[in-house]
RNA sequence: AGCGGGGUGGGCUAGCCAGGUCUAUGCCGCAGGGCUCAUAACCCUGAGAUCGGUCGUUCAAAUCGACCCCCCGCUACCA
């Protein structure tokens, strides 16, 4: 039998600067639920990658003294680090500036104009010829333009439109009859516009830009970037005939930020339709991190680097924190003072040394073999944390399921506090209570397999130091409520996981 | 400005929809004590909120209604 495919992506990042905290953030996340389903048995893709096509390249070039290749290139690379850096397990990183990725944009810009979708017209306002880009009222300061000091022109230019309006019916439909947006609120605030602004034609090419993707039948044209940006996600997967298109499309989660939920769950459906493309399952639209309660913005100098992060702190402390500080669906606040808190307190405090004193227990007690149990089965408490494994990841599967990724981690953090509470009451230290190690050796599996999809590597250190064949992923999630850890097993020699910060 | 969400001890948060048992929950942090196998976990005690404000409904409101203040999100045709 076929595994059950799972195909995720990130929204694509662009590169007019380098990597923040924010971008991490949502390559976390997508890397733990990409993780998680492949735990339970999946077929996963999961790609992530950068949009190069922007305009607005041009100009930051230019600010950086590069040629735009280079400077693209540069920042490209970054975050393919960014990626690297921290355990991100991405299957594919496009960029909308390789070849594969280009042909598509215009294969699907074409097949647009063929089903009678793409229209001339002209679209006029305001233009700034030093930023190149046009301006709204709100974005002059007393009629000029705030960077250049100008005042902009009324232009008017010919440009391609795409009906979007069209469409209107079958993208209200879709939102409101499936749970295509997640969360709930997200999905309101699109019918809420769609019901009272309805959807207008969307000019879909720029003229005045030398960098982006040409219309390909009228070349001096430029697509415009979210329509060509919004392409990687079949591009990569080599549309319309690669096998990996035909395997794992449509996609089963987009991940995005609240900032971009209308491109996704409006303009990339209606692109689709108009293509006769199958439309995407979700669209899982997470909150952002804030500092001191503020956006992040380059200007205020809250963009923090997350490389300067890993500096001080370990790869796993930083996603900890991330996956479990910040409520998946809302903005969360990050500090350095807050990550270390969490860290010292939880991750170093419960659950680390959780495991580190059943296993130097095991070890010292039994030299380092586990312990023949006998009636625990008669012993409330015994029953009590045996129900807790057995239950831990179904509780998460519940969560994961709703991409609760936050609340399924408190999940794996209260469960180490009881197994803490379950050693206190049990006292193996003075009594050797061969059940109580038992129990809680197993316990430490379960840990071990539950953190997998949070903090790979140090999953893998507790399943090295537990002596366990292969990988958690070997045994699969459900595996993680199994006492697998049979008596006579020999553990390896303990050491410390997670380090006190 | 329009629409939507929200304001609970230092921080985050439960409760509100189905009003009384809320003299308001939990976690973190803070003060003190117990215990100590362990990277001080676990247990106990304590300080700290009149639940944004005002008025009302009611025998009774954090919970219902009105008005006000503040915060946030989406939008204001962002090329």
């Known amino acids: 039998m076929p595994r059950e495919k799972f195909y995720i992506t990130t929204a694509i990042d662009y590169v007019n600067a380098y990597p923040h905290l924010g971008h991490l953030y949502e390559k976390v996340c997508a890397d733990i639920i990409a993780r998680w389903n492949r735990l339970i048995g999946r077929d996963v893709f999961f790609l992530t990658g950068t949009d190069e096509n922007a305009a607005k390249n041009e100009k930051a070039a230019r600010e950086a003294g590069l040629e735009v290749k280079d ?65 709204t009222e709100k974005d ?72 982006g993707v040409e219309v390909p039948f009228d070349p001096k044209h430029k697509i415009y970037v979210w329509v060509d940006a919004l392409v990687n996600y079949i591009s990569a997967l080599g549309y319309p005939d690669g096998e990996k298109y035909k395997k794992y499309w449509p996609a089963d989660v987009h991940l995005i930020g609240k900032g971009i939920n209308w491109f ?54 930083v996603r900890y924190f991330l996956a479990r500080d910040i409520p998946f669906f809302e903005d969360g606040d990050f500090s350095e003072k807050a990550l270390v808190e969490r860290v010292n307190g939880e ?9 580190h004193r059943t296993l130097t227990l095991i070890w010292n007690l039994y030299n380092g073999e586990v312990p023949e149990p006998h009636d625990y089965e008669n012993d409330r408490d015994c029953m009590r944390l045996l129900e807790s494994i057995k239950m ?18 408190k999940e794996v953090a209260d469960f180490s506090i009881q197994c803490n509470r379950f050693l206190q009451a049990k006292e193996p230290w003075k009594t050797k209570d061969p059940n109580a190690l038992f129990l809680c050796v197993n316990a430490v599996r379960t840990l071990a397999i539950t953190l997998r999809p949070y903090l790979p590597s140090s999953s893998e250190k507790i399943w090295k130091m537990l002596n ?34």
């Open 264 to 317: 996704h769950s409006v303009i990339w459906p209606a692109i689709l339709l108009s293509c006769g493309i199958p439309l995407p399952k979700h669209i899982l639209v997470h909150g952002y991190i804030t500092i001191g309660g503020e956006k992040l913005s380059k200007s205020k100098g809250t963009a923090i680097d997350p490389f300067k992060l890993l500096e001080k702190y370990e790869v796993d402390a």
């Open 71 to 135: 400077f693209i290139d540069r920042n490209a690379k970054r975050f393919q680090e960014l990626c690297r850096a921290f355990n991100i397990s991405n299957d594919d990183f496009i960029r909308t500036t390789e070849e594969r990725h280009r042909k598509v944009s215009q294969l699907i810009f074409k097949k647009m104009f063929e089903n009678g979708d793409i229209y001339k017209g002209s679209y006029s306002g305001l233009y700034c010829y030093g930023c190149e880009e046009y301006k």
């Open 392 to 409: 831990l990841p179904n509780t998460m599967r519940e969560k994961f399921e709703n991409y609760e990724i936050d609340k399924a981690l």
């Open 468 to 501: 366990l064949d292969g990988l958690p992923e070997d045994y699969g999630w459900d595996s993680a409520g199994e006492l697998a850890i049979k008596p006579g097993h020999r553990i390896s020699k303990p050491e410390i996981v997670f380090k006190k910060i």
């Open 140 to 211: 002059l300061v007393d009629g000029k333009c705030p960077e250049h000091g100008t005042e902009p022109e009324y232009i008017e230019e010919e440009c391609y439109f795409f009906r979007l309006s069209k469409y209107e019916k079958q993208v209200l439909e879709l939102i409101e009859q499936n749970q295509f947006i997640i969360p709930e609120k997200r999905k309101q605030e699109m019918i809420a516009r769609i019901k009272s602004e309805g959807l207008r034609d969307l000019a879909v090419s720029r003229s005045r830009v030398g960098w």
């Open 347 to 355: 991750l170093v405090g419960n659950i680390g040394n959780f495991i």
